[in-house]
């Protein structure tokens, strides 16, 4: 790894010019990126779990229209947020956000905490939506590694290492913590998955217009089909099994 961390010292501020400046051009306009309030942002974080932007748009909408302040949410029923999230799927998350709420004003007066202790303390609050909130809605220089992240990192240094081992985890969650400006942190946490989601994409990326082509290893190595690298998965089990119905006239044993 040690020739990444070469790359990243001698092409870190070129990626981080040309991937915001892309970014403030090009970024899809988001109900969630016209605001700076913490509320909002953690409801759409909590969304965009497992879940594609187009999906999550309209349920953000109709969300923030029922429930429009953290406490609003935390003094409603759960079967009241359970029926807002109808359709959205993963229901765990919205039990989680509205376990989150209610701690949040039992524990800090209704106000979403801004260190990253307090954050994660939360229902729900894993490393990656603790980084996101801090960053997008506080500023805090908290690097984002999500999916979208990793692929671009892997291709960007030309990492071929498996990413699903906890060594290549680390050493990626490294590079995006010394890649990002810690001036500009939400911005450029939300340029890279943005880059991610739209042009890095895992089939069909389109390196043509890729803002950080000039400093992508794989682009120059022919090799971004094959990245990132990920062990396959294991096959699922198939069991045959013989089942009886035993019956009595009417009834059934």
Same mark, same amino acid.
């Given at each position: 790894?040690?020739?990444?961390?070469?790359?990243?010292?001698?092409?870190?501020?070129? +990626?981080?010019?040309?991937?915001?400046?892309?970014?403030?051009?090009?970024?899809?306009?988001?109900?969630?990126?016209?605001?700076?309030?913490?509320?909002?942002?953690?409801?759409?974080?909590?969304?965009?779990?497992?879940?594609?932007?187009?999906?999550?748009?309209?349920?953000?909408?109709?969300?923030?229209?029922?429930?429009?302040?953290?406490? %609003?949410?935390?003094?409603?029923?759960?079967?009241?947020?359970?029926?807002?999230?109808?359709?959205?799927?993963?229901?765990?998350?919205?039990?989680?956000?509205?376990?989150?709420?209610?701690?949040?004003?039992?524990?800090?007066?209704?106000?979403?905490?801004?260190?990253?202790?307090?954050?994660?303390? /939360?229902?729900?609050?894993?490393?990656?939506? *603790?980084?996101?909130?801090?960053? +997008?809605?506080?500023?805090?220089?908290?690097?984002?590694?999500?999916?979208?992240? +990793?692929?671009?990192?892997?291709?960007?240094?030309?990492?071929?290492?498996? %990413? *699903?081992?906890?060594?290549?985890?680390?050493?990626?969650?490294?590079?995006?913590?010394? /890649?990002?400006?810690?001036?500009?942190?939400?911005?450029?946490?939300?340029?890279?998955?943005?880059?991610?989601? *739209? %042009? &890095?994409?895992?089939?069909?990326?389109?390196?043509?217009?890729?803002? +950080?082509?000039?400093? &992508?290893?794989?682009?120059?190595?022919?090799?971004?089909?094959? =990245?990132? %690298?990920?062990?396959?998965?294991?096959?699922?089990?198939?069991?045959?099994?013989?089942?009886?119905?035993?019956?009595?006239?009417?009834?059934? =044993?």
């Amino acid at each position: 790894m040690k020739h990444v961390f070469d790359l990243l010292t001698e092409r870190r501020a070129g +990626i981080q010019r040309s991937l915001l400046a892309w970014y403030r051009r090009s970024r899809r306009d988001l109900p969630w990126r016209r605001t700076s309030e913490p509320y909002p942002i953690m409801v759409a974080e909590f969304m965009l779990q497992q879940t594609q932007v187009d999906t999550v748009v309209p349920y953000y909408r109709r969300f923030l229209e029922r429930f429009p302040t953290l406490e %609003v949410l935390a003094g409603t029923s759960q079967s009241s947020v359970l029926k807002a999230w109808e359709g959205l799927g993963y229901y765990t998350r919205a039990r989680n956000l509205h376990r989150a709420a209610r701690a949040i004003v039992e524990r800090f007066d209704g106000v979403v905490p801004s260190t990253y202790a307090d954050l994660v303390s /939360l229902p729900g609050f894993g490393p990656y939506t *603790t980084a996101a909130v801090l960053s +997008i809605a506080f500023n805090r220089a908290h690097a984002v590694v999500d999916g979208n992240v +990793i692929r671009v990192l892997c291709r960007v240094f030309g990492i071929a290492h498996d %990413v *699903t081992r906890s060594s290549v985890k680390k050493q990626l969650s490294d590079i995006a913590d010394r /890649l990002l400006p810690k001036t500009v942190a939400g911005d450029f946490n939300q340029a890279v998955m943005e880059m991610g989601a *739209t %042009v &890095c994409r895992p089939r069909s990326p389109e390196c043509g217009s890729c803002p +950080i082509g000039r400093h &992508c290893e794989a682009f120059a190595t022919d090799r971004v089909e094959s =990245l990132p %690298v990920r062990s396959p998965r294991k096959a699922r089990p198939h069991h045959t099994m013989g089942v009886a119905i035993v019956r009595l006239g009417s009834e059934v =044993l």
